[in-house]
């Protein structure tokens, strides 16, 4: 579903403050695989997210999403194929807006708009059925704007609407870091119910090793925009947050210092 | 259109505000509005009505799309001049209504495409546009002003059959009014149906990405729709109605003048904030209510604060015709400090 080949990402080439962000990134995905990526700041986990978005086009290297090369799409048209999710839950939806009418773009996500419609009944039935399962109270409250909803509810929604036009690869950059960890845990259910009951191919971006271990199949940890340890399988059921402490020692010979990873 | 979380004991303290705040408005202009004769009344809600597209025009630009936008200083003039040189051409006047909207539009449609291809600030790219539609409106009229006193307009096919049914009706007095009240009436279709238009693009899918684009533009790229677009699009059918009223303008005070859209954006604000901070519309269709009444409210507080009459020692003070802007200007800065109390609680 995602093949990255020999992803490099230079900020700045030649320059005092050059960047080499990312240093020959191979990644495949396979569809409705959930993979975790952790990694000190730095590390070059949002740039990698955002080469695959279509933020900026690598400096070189190759991205295919379903077997299309997308490199050299910019971020709108590839918008139909990507769901993101950011940290800050203001930024994923439309305050001044309903939930109803939140839902409604995202349903159309990629499709022509039609001088039509809009928010329909039958369109609010569908929403009702759709948020209900959620256990937020929202179904109750499609017509409140979103400004009025909490960040957890705000998180929730943007998550739904990453995921309501079943895109081929969700990203998800932190979603929970700026929640409370009792949402934070809600949150993460409902993630990993929506990804499971679709199917869909999704990568998360996490400072919590232990979340990082216990969601999804696959983990992934980054250091100086390398890959340095992908973990699967038996191997990652049996990893510890100590084991990948130590592991990052043994393959970089010096000591993981990120404080928010360690504390985190 | 913002409200807090406590909302039930908002509304109780804000309706109370706005009972307060339009009793304060009676108090201090109330006299002069009951000295003001009834033509006058009826001139200033006709002039409101037919101003009443720019107040449109402004809330779909400024709140809806957060693009400010000063166009309309040019596209006002520019129907204006569009319809009086079709009408002294000989042109059926009604064909004025829908050139003047794609004139305006047309404006729009370059404001935006500067603001975004160029990625020139909104208000300087605007400001270039009604630079150049000056002489774009010289050049259109071929002169500075043309009047249309004479000519026909959108008035004339009713003209005379309103004014025999008013005598009929009401006696020779009713007559005076004839003018008055036709514009009004002919006005206030013409707004309604607009509203309705409006208010049902809104609802559409086209209508909520215009709305989303102005509200979170990142957001609704990241859904694959192009913003750029979005506000070429609602540029053109705001300038459209300002285009619209300056036609309808034009045709009611009888001239088209090419300076006559200066300081149009302060009419505007005027309106949609005097609107908001009466009415706190909390969807579209609301909110374009109350600015059409916002315009209406305004005219009719220019209209008695021109017959107000300030006692001095030595005579007294009257305001005259070119006190109007500076009382224009107060009103909105009393409004927007009124609004801005209301938020802070």
Do not use: C
Request: proline letters at 3%; a positive charge.
């Amino acid at each position: 579903m995602l093949q990255l080949t020999n992803v490099h990402q230079i900020f700045h080439p030649g320059e005092v403050n050059e960047v080499r962000a990312l240093r020959g990134i191979d990644l495949h995905l396979t569809t409705g695989q959930f993979v975790t990526v952790i990694g000190s700041n730095g590390a070059g986990k949002s740039t990698l997210f955002n080469v695959i978005a279509g933020v900026y086009p690598p400096s070189q290297g190759q991205v295919m999403i379903d077997g299309i090369a997308v490199t050299t799409w910019p971020e709108h048209k590839r918008a139909g194929l990507i769901g993101r999710v950011f940290q800050d839950p203001l930024l994923g939806t439309a305050a001044s807006m309903t939930i109803a009418q939140n839902l409604t773009l995202a349903m159309l996500r990629s499709q022509p708009l039609r001088w039509r419609g809009g928010v329909t009944q039958e369109r609010i039935r569908f929403f009702r059925e759709l948020v209900e399962p959620l256990g937020l109270g929202l179904e109750k409250r499609l017509e409140t704007r979103v400004a009025l909803l909490s960040g957890g509810q705000r998180q929730a929604l943007t998550l739904l609407m990453a995921t309501l036009a079943r895109p081929k690869i969700v990203l998800l950059d932190e979603h929970v870091a700026a929640l409370d960890p009792a949402t934070a845990a809600k949150i993460l259910t409902l993630t990993n119910q929506f990804i499971a009951v679709q199917g869909l191919t999704a990568l998360m971006i996490t400072h919590n090793m232990q979340q990082a271990l216990t969601f999804g199949d696959r983990t992934l940890m980054m250091d100086g925009g390398q890959i340095i340890l992908d973990l699967a399988g038996d191997e990652r059921q049996q990893m510890t947050v100590q084991g990948l402490i130590d592991r990052f020692s043994q393959v970089r010979q010096s000591a993981l210092l990120d404080d928010k990873l360690l504390l985190g | 259109m913002s409200q807090n979380k406590g909302e039930p004991k908002q509304k109780q303290t804000g309706w109370l505000r706005v009972l307060l705040a339009i009793g304060l408005v009676l108090l201090v202009i109330g006299p002069s509005l009951l000295r003001l004769a009834v033509n006058v009344w009826l001139g200033a809600i006709a002039t409101g009505l037919g101003f009443a597209f720019v107040a449109l025009g402004v809330y779909l630009s400024f709140r809806v799309l957060n693009f400010p936008d000063l166009t309309i200083d040019g596209s006002f003039p520019l129907g204006a001049a569009l319809a009086a040189t079709l009408i002294t051409a000989g042109v059926n006047p009604y064909w004025t209504l829908p050139i003047s909207f794609v004139g305006g539009a047309v404006a729009g449609v370059a404001t935006a495409l500067i603001a975004t291809r160029l990625r020139i600030h909104s208000l300087l790219a605007s400001i270039l546009v009604t630079t150049g539609l000056i002489s774009i409106n010289l050049r259109i009229m071929g002169r500075s002003n043309i009047p249309l006193l004479n000519t026909d307009t959108i008035f004339t096919p009713f003209a005379d059959s309103f004014r025999q049914a008013l005598v009929a009706g009401g006696g020779d007095g009713m007559a005076r009014l004839a003018g008055n009240l036709l514009a009004l009436l002919l006005f206030g279709l013409l707004v309604l149906g607009m509203k309705w238009l409006l208010d049902w693009v809104m609802r559409t899918e086209m209508g909520l990405a215009l709305h989303a684009t102005g509200d979170n533009p990142q957001m609704v790229r990241a859904l694959g729709i192009n913003t750029d677009g979005m506000i070429v699009l609602g540029l053109a059918i705001s300038n459209g109605l300002v285009g619209l009223a300056g036609a309808v303008v034009a045709q009611y005070q009888g001239f088209a003048d090419v300076n006559m859209g200066l300081g149009l954006i302060i009419a505007g604000l005027a309106a949609v904030i005097l609107g908001e901070t009466f009415f706190r519309p909390t969807h579209f269709a609301a909110a374009s209510t109350a600015v059409i009444a916002g315009m209406v409210l305004y005219r009719i507080a220019i209209a008695a604060a021109l017959t107000i009459s300030i006692p001095l020692p030595n005579g007294s003070l009257t305001l005259a015709a070119q006190d109007v802007k500076l009382a224009t200007a107060l009103l909105v800065l009393v409004a927007l400090w009124f609004s801005h109390a209301q938020k802070k609680k």
